[in-house]
């Protein structure tokens, strides 16, 4: 049974930091590029950040270039985004994505919140 479970997300100033994490399993997870998207309020998704199945290859949105990084472990099944200097448009639900690299097989997580308010 495929799972994508986020977690890390909560309340935080602007300017502040968090560090969201998911723990993948039923898959393996080493041949699958790894994401995270984010959906706002009445927006439509978007894509934040990539990382490629090795780790060695990543790609960010223009919004959180230089803010956020995106990082795996292949050893812990897990993918983590950093999140600084966060600001309050960042506010959304961040959901994180597998895409398998040969298969191009996709399964979503539930997601975890993140607000950024003073």
């Known amino acids: 049974q495929v799972q994508l479970v986020e977690s890390g997300g909560g309340l935080v100033q602007p300017g502040g930091s968090l560090r969201l994490s998911c723990a993948a399993s039923g898959f393996t997870f080493n041949n699958y590029i790894m994401s995270w998207h984010r959906q706002a309020p009445g927006k439509e998704r978007e894509l934040v950040a990539a990382?490629?199945?090795?780790?060695?290859?990543?790609n960010y949105a223009d919004s959180v270039k230089g803010r956020f990084t995106i990082s795996r472990d292949n050893v812990k099944n897990s993918v983590y985004l950093q999140m600084n200097s966060l600001k309050p448009e960042d506010t959304a639900i961040y959901y994180c994505?597998?895409?398998?690299?040969?298969?191009?097989?996709?399964?979503w997580g539930q997601g975890t919140q993140v607000t950024v308010s003073s």
């Open positions: 994505k597998a895409v398998g690299r040969t298969t191009f097989v996709s399964h």
């Open positions: 990382i490629s199945s090795g780790g060695v290859s990543t």
